[in-house]
């Protein structure tokens, strides 16, 4: 079963930078797309953004781009989502997620992912 950790949460103000990681936990990540994911207080969880598995092609929600960047090294199992110019409201719980396809990844809040972190907190002050 492949494990994801994911890293690099923390607080931050409004305008800087933080860079998540998500390491799985075998040599298999480059079998899978990776996506991230993020639910806010109160909030349903949303696709934030996908990569392929070989990591040709990316997409990314609306609200993220040209300020995110999603990234991944397979030979080191590890995938990244660079966040700049952030903002209040991208304070969030971020979760990385696997599966085959980045395909409608974000239906139904990610549901169609197999393999999930348990997150990482994002606080982003005014």
């Known amino acids: 079963q492949l494990q994801l950790v994911e890293s690099g949460g923390g607080l931050v103000q409004a305008g800087g930078s933080l860079r998540l990681s998500c390491v799985a936990s075998e040599d298999s990540l480059g079998t899978y797309a990776i996506a991230w994911f993020r639910q806010a207080p109160g909030k349903e969880r949303e696709g934030v953004s996908c990569i392929t598995n070989g990591g040709s092609s990316t997409t990314y929600a609306d609200s993220v781009k040209g300020r995110f960047t999603l990234s991944r090294d397979n030979a080191k199992n590890t995938a990244y989502l660079q966040m700049n110019s952030l903002k209040p409201e991208d304070t969030a719980v971020y979760y990385c997620?696997?599966?085959?396809?980045?395909?409608?990844?974000?239906?139904?809040?990610?549901?169609?992912?197999?393999?999930w972190g348990k997150g990482t907190l994002v606080t982003v002050s005014s």
């Open positions: 997620a696997a599966a085959f396809y980045c395909s409608d990844y974000d239906r139904n809040a990610g549901d169609g992912m197999d393999y």
